[in-house]
């Protein structure tokens, strides 16, 4: 509730400490569908957060959007 974006969101998960993993993946999937999901401006989110990840896992994030879209 006290995230501006979805980064935020994560990073205020994380410091909730306890099962820190999973309330970030579960958050995650929540804050993409609210940040990301309702703007214009989607991939843009997608591509910056992309160029966080090493390429690894950049590729398998984008290999199962293009089998899951």
């Known amino acids: ?33 609210f940040y990301w999901m309702n703007t214009s401006n989607a991939m843009n989110y997608l591509e910056a957060a992309l160029k966080k990840l090493p390429a690894d896992i950049s590729n398998i994030v984008m290999n199962f959007r293009s089998v899951y879209e």
């Open 1 to 33: 509730m006290e995230s501006v974006d979805f980064e935020s969101a994560i990073r205020l998960a994380v410091s909730l400490g306890g099962d820190s993993d999973t309330l970030a993946c579960v958050t995650g999937g929540v804050a993409e569908g």
